[in-house]
């Protein structure tokens, strides 16, 4: 199939062969997941872990929508009192929290544990039972946060929480510790998946998808998991360092005795400012999925992009200062972050540059996905261009801590991010469901939201340059705010209008919604080359792929891999820059250790807030969840030994037993 | 030629492998990447903290050197009975992997036990100052490594015991030789922040 | 209704252009606002505002009209094009687009640099006042080399036009910020660091400022005046702010004056030249100088100095200032005492 076709004949339309059924059947078999309500607890493939990821995040989102939504009505009028300080300070603080750590990336990382196995070529993500862990620590966390939420006893004190405002002197009661253990929570979660996502990049790829065919959204994805890796590390510390500060007295941050308030907003925004881009990225890689299929040609500038990522991923850990332009910082070390802050608009400006070059030279096919992807032109440039005023220090001296500041990160977040994610799931809801969303509901959300969102933002300009501080609770009359304020709050609602507008198309179509095929779009990347929804075992056929689009690089004409056994969850392992093939490994069996792990990891977490010899008494049955969970099953251990006495000859350094002789390491002293 | 002639047989490849080839390494790499990150911060913040005071440590004196340096000498040592059973692992020789690891807990148990000697000594209290807290957070979270790995080792050395063992568990065992030099390596850096820094700089 | 792509980005960039005209129409004057600048901090950084702004604004307008255009042509377009000439070619465009805007911004960084370099100049004979910041009011110090002369004042302070201002920042709890849009940007007040800004004020006029860094239950009414006015008209008011307080002119006063003394008022506040010597609170003695109270949430009145004494919690709920319990004749009798203490 080429690009110029449209979409109409799958490409596992193949002729099933009475053994490819057979083969199908016992794949099915091999891999199924387990059902019931214990079943559920032990789901480990990565189209259930990333499904509930991306319906978790999405119902923090609503959640984050009604706060947002209340602090909207709050400020609609001068002294207002329909929110008293303490509730509105909870309820922006949770607004931030709960769209920062709960939404974006786990939103973005759900994607990627759905779509990289599938794009890649893979049967499983890597280390699915990790991946799973993760997914009930995420859940726990965000339950744990709301819970002491209704208890009173939210966090309010912004979601980057500065000390000395939440230190033991000055934030009495538990919510500050519980901000803090929501961030270990999530942070936890996002790691373990981060480490999954790049082995999976690195070691599962399809034979033939070499380093220079790996789809832009998979690039994106394995660029956030290492700009994970090392960012989290820091918002770990930092959280650890405050609860260590509030429970047990050190002074980390106590100017008093040596320690030192600005220490927090390093390591914060050491942590901070990539986790934005952690948001931005896989957003840029879902435009690159979505823009070619619509344009249909290939991508502009693959490399270039690619680069891009790359690039913007670096210097993304170069930028964390100009958060703290404000405080008096030595102005020689503050120019070295204009300058970087202002240099990672030229990455992102080269990504924008290949997408108008692909729409210029492309045949246009107008369809929501794309719509969004419109949108995220308009609003994102906004976005990016305030962004480089917030980079001179001089002016972030007016305009920082306003509602200036707060209109610009809405702008490259909601334009950046949601924008791209809401084309997304528009994109990707045909392959995940096997139905369509209807065109006609999809044109009114984007119409809404692109309205909504500006009306609600833009206003926001002008009232930061007009003097309005962010994170206030109310305002005096006659200072010319409330004109504005107003027209936010109307727009705050249009916007609320039309994601409820979504979430009833979302139900709809999965009612009676028309039924997809598996490549309703024409696309060319691989998750489009098997059925909607996937199969468990994702594909039957692990056919060579041969170019950055496989399904429009002579899919038909590519080899196919023979030897990988159908009857155990093997998978092959492939080299990290060429993708040969190197050896087959056996995925794990479904199980409820990582649940159960899950469940006394919360235990310990949670208990720490109260006293630190939780940390004691809880390892012990972390400890325990976590031996049940390496330990090996008898099924388990046999399935392994088939497989590797199955096979008739070792390569490399590993010599296997021949034929059927039992290995001469068994039963020997 | 129809395309189902075209194949690519894959069914002899062996289905464990060592080293950088494993999900394994690559997955204990991750984690050490992330841990050592976490240290490299700590650290870091030791020194920032140092820049806002003008003496270090302020009113004390610098952590006693003898359990530290004695405890860095066992853990060093310790690497030599992992580097063996890692060999003994890649060659499948059970018998010496299961010895290796019964050494290597023995050491590690001597190093845990030598911790707690160092911080008895350390002549300061998390509660004093930020120079306390940050020294005891560093050697704490060291601390946690090495519980942590002596756990690790534990586990698998019954593994290897109970059996049946085959060869991917021979790979868990390489892996775990892995993390083991890392928890010794960081120390290295550890170790000169604790006791040299405050004595030299 | 079918809509393409080029006539849906107009459709929706329509209520996006009325907001803009909207909010760019409501004036940027005002007396809390970083576009009317009354001195030479602000108007240079309200110049890089503008500067920042139209080659902002023209950027947009390129690359919006370069998605336009590409729209329009892929609109038109029966197959899409792949031919690899051209995509050279294009290649070379975008470098030179690349180039162009790393031109650009390297012409906006160093029109910050610039700017920098003007706004943090050391300036001559200024002024010098102490500024601590506090949970959630502001207390103010001039300096002087005579330490009888040193006034301690809060939430409002008088500034000579036309001389520079240097402010010496610290917080006593947790980290605010000093913000007074029409004179300069903002500069964080953290405790354990000692911060500096100068500002001045090259027109007479009452200038709002307000805390802009989220500090607690009441930040959003942590507010505070910059009074600009003449030299005369400052000395006057700086001689006045150094004598004691008034004495109590009638017997209500007197009761006042009593009450304030030995209902623990003089816990937390201090009145020179009386027995109240509280540093936890605003300073009083010249409290009936200042235009309003509360840091800057209410105007001074009789109604609303009333009401705060009464129960300050229902204005500002959380402050640190408890209900004082009093009502009718003991109260009237208070305020007619803070009253007299011009």
């Given amino acids: ?669 | 030629m129809k395309r189902e002639d075209l194949t690519i047989d894959v069914s002899d490849l062996p289905v464990y492998a060592f080293g950088a080839r494993s999900l394994m390494w690559w997955g204990t790499l991750g984690m050490i990447v992330i841990e050592g990150t976490m240290f490299a911060l700590l650290i870091g913040a030791y020194f920032y903290l140092r820049g806002r005071v003008p003496d270090w440590p302020p009113n004390g004196l610098p952590p006693q050197l003898r359990w530290g340096i004695v405890n860095t000498v066992v853990l060093l040592a310790s690497v030599l009975p992992n580097i063996w059973y890692q060999r003994a692992a890649e060659r499948k020789d059970l018998a010496t992997v299961r010895l290796g690891l019964v050494i290597s807990i023995v050491f590690a148990v001597a190093f845990v036990v030598i911790r707690f000697c160092e911080f008895r000594v350390l002549n300061c209290h998390w509660t004093t100052n930020a120079y306390g807290s940050v020294v005891w957070t560093l050697l704490g979270l060291h601390t946690v490594h090495l519980i942590t790995d002596l756990a690790d080792t534990i586990v698998l050395t019954a593994l290897m015991f109970i059996g049946p063992v085959d060869g991917k568990h021979f790979v868990d065992v390489s892996e775990n030789a892995f993390y083991w030099y890392f928890v010794v390596i960081v120390w290295l850096p550890i170790f000169a922040v604790l006791y040299l820094a405050p004595r030299w700089i | ?342």
């Fill in chain 3, 1 to 342: 209704m079918k809509l393409w792509g080029k006539q849906k980005l107009w459709r929706n960039a329509l209520p996006v252009i009325c907001a803009a005209m909207l909010t760019l129409y409501s004036s940027c004057a005002g007396r809390q606002s970083a576009l009317d600048p009354a001195g030479p901090q602000s108007l240079r950084l309200s110049r890089m505002w503008w500067l920042m702004f139209w080659v902002c604004t023209v950027v947009f307008i390129l690359v919006m009209a370069a998605l336009c255009e590409a729209l329009r042509r892929a609109r038109s377009r029966a197959r899409p094009e792949v031919e690899p000439i051209a995509e050279r070619k294009i290649t070379k465009v975008i470098a030179g687009a690349l180039g162009i805007s790393a031109v650009i911004l390297f012409i906006l960084m160093i029109a910050d640099f610039m700017t920098g370099r003007a706004v943090y100049s050391q300036p001559q004979n200024a002024l010098q006042i102490k500024v601590y910041g506090r949970q959630w009011w502001w207390e103010f110090q001039y300096g002087d080399p005579q330490p009888s002369r040193r006034v301690t004042t809060a939430n409002e302070i008088h500034i000579p036009v036309g001389r520079p201002v240097m402010l010496q920042m610290t917080a006593r709890d947790v980290i605010h910020s000093l913000w007074v849009p029409n004179l300069h940007g903002k500069t964080d007040l953290m405790p354990g660091y000692q911060t500096t800004m100068w500002l001045q004020a090259d027109r007479p006029g009452t200038y709002r400022g307000q805390c802009a860094e989220y500090c607690g239950h009441q930040h959003a009414h942590m507010a505070f005046l910059v009074v600009a006015e003449s030299n005369e008209q400052f000395n006057a008011w700086f001689e006045n702010q150094c004598r004691a307080a008034h004495s109590p002119i009638d017997a209500s006063q007197q009761r006042g004056q009593q009450l304030f003394m030995t209902r623990g008022c003089v816990m937390c506040h201090q009145i020179r030249g009386t027995n109240a010597g509280g540093r936890l609170a605003p300073d009083l003695t010249h409290l009936a100088s200042r235009q309003t109270i509360a840091a800057g949430t209410l105007q001074n009145n009789h109604d609303n100095l009333g009401n705060w004494i009464a129960d300050s919690q229902h204005v500002k709920p959380g402050n640190r200032m408890p209900p004082s319990g009093l009502n009718g004749e003991d109260l009237q009798a208070i305020v007619s005492y803070l009253e007299n203490l011009k």
């Fill in chain 1, 1 to 669: 199939m080429t690009p110029g076709e449209d979409a109409v004949k799958s490409p596992t339309d193949f002729s099933d062969s009475v053994d490819v059924q057979r083969e199908r059947r016992q794949l099915a078999e091999t891999w199924r997941e387990p059902t019931g309500l214990v079943g559920w607890f032990s789901c480990v493939h990565h189209t259930t872990i990333g499904r509930r990821f991306i319906i978790t995040a999405f119902v923090f989102f609503l959640l984050g929508g009604i706060e947002a939504v209340l602090m909207r009505l709050q400020l609609a009028r001068p002294e207002n009192r329909l929110l008293g300080p303490d509730l509105y300070n909870q309820i922006f603080t949770m607004h931030g929290s709960t769209m920062m750590f709960l939404f974006a990336v786990p939103m973005m990382l759900g994607l990627g544990i759905y779509l990289v196995p599938l794009m890649v070529g893979a049967r499983n993500i890597a280390f699915p039972r990790l991946i799973a862990f993760g997914y009930y620590l995420y859940l726990f966390g965000g339950i744990f946060l709301y819970f002491m939420f209704l208890l009173n006893s939210g966090p309010d004190n912004g979601w980057f929480s500065y000390v000395p405002l939440a230190g033991p002197q000055y934030a009495p009661g538990k919510r500050a510790d519980v901000w803090a253990q929501l961030i270990t929570f999530t942070e936890v979660s996002s790691l373990v998946v981060a480490v999954g996502l790049i082995v999976t990049v690195f070691k599962l790829r399809r034979p033939g998808m070499s380093i220079n065919r790996i789809p832009l959204f998979v690039w994106a994805e394995l660029v956030i998991s290492f700009m994970i890796i090392f960012a989290m590390p820091t918002v770990a510390l930092a959280s650890t360092c405050l609860i260590l500060d509030r429970l047990i007295g050190t002074h980390f941050f106590n100017p008093a005795e040596g320690g030192d308030v600005l220490l927090w907003q390093h390591l914060f925004w050491f942590f901070g400012h990539p986790e934005v881009y952690i948001i931005f990225i896989p957003a840029t890689g879902i435009i690159s999925a979505i823009l070619p299929t619509f344009c249909r040609r290939k991508i502009f500038g693959y490399t270039l992009l690619v680069l891009s990522l790359v690039a913007t991923g670096f210097i993304g850990f170069g930028l964390w200062v100009h958060h703290m332009f404000a405080t008096g910082l030595p102005k020689v070390a503050q120019s070295f972050f204009t300058a970087a802050s202002m240099m990672i608009a030229l990455p992102t400006g080269a990504q924008i540059f290949c997408w108008l070059a692909t729409l210029w030279r492309g045949k246009l096919v107008v369809k929501t996905p794309l719509l969004f992807v419109l949108g995220f032109f308009f609003n994102f440039l906004i976005g990016g261009l305030t962004g480089v005023m917030l980079a001179s220090v001089t002016l972030n001296q007016q305009v920082h801590d306003t509602f200036f500041v707060v209109a610009h990160f809405h702008y490259v977040l909601i334009g950046g991010s949601v924008f791209p994610l809401f084309g997304g799931l528009y994109y990707w809801f045909p392959k995940i469901t096997g139905r369509m969303l209807s065109e006609r509901t999809g044109r009114w959300v984007f119409g809404l939201m692109m309205i909504g969102f500006n009306l609600t933002f833009f206003p926001m300009h002008q009232l930061g340059l007009k003097g309005m501080p962010r994170r206030v609770y109310t305002y005096l009359p006659g200072l010319g705010w409330e004109g504005l304020n107003l027209l936010a709050t109307v727009g705050g609602s249009i916007m609320a209008v039309s994601v409820l507008l979504f979430i009833v198309n979302a139900f709809q179509s999965l009612r009676a919604g028309e039924a997809a095929n598996d490549n309703p779009w024409g696309a060319g990347s691989l998750e489009w080359a098997t059925a909607a929804p996937p199969p468990v075992y994702n594909f039957a056929r692990l056919s060579v792929v041969a170019g950055h689009d496989p399904l429009w690089d002579e899919f038909e004409k590519q080899p196919v891999v023979t030897g990988v056994r159908s009857d155990l969850r093997e998978v092959l392992v492939t080299t990290v820059l060429d993708a040969a093939p190197d050896h087959k490994y056996l995925m794990p069996d479904p199980s409820m250790w990582p649940f159960l792990t899950a469940v006394a990891t919360t235990g310990l977490f949670v208990g720490s807030i109260f006293t630190p010899w939780a940390v004691v008494i809880g390892a012990v049955p972390v400890t325990i969840t976590m031996i049940g969970w390496f330990w090996p099953k008898r099924r388990e251990q046999e399935e392994q030994a088939a497989a590797e006495h199955g096979h008739h000859s070792g390569a490399g350094k590993d010599e296997g037993p021949v034929g059927g002789e039992r290995p001469i390491w068994e039963g020997q002293a």
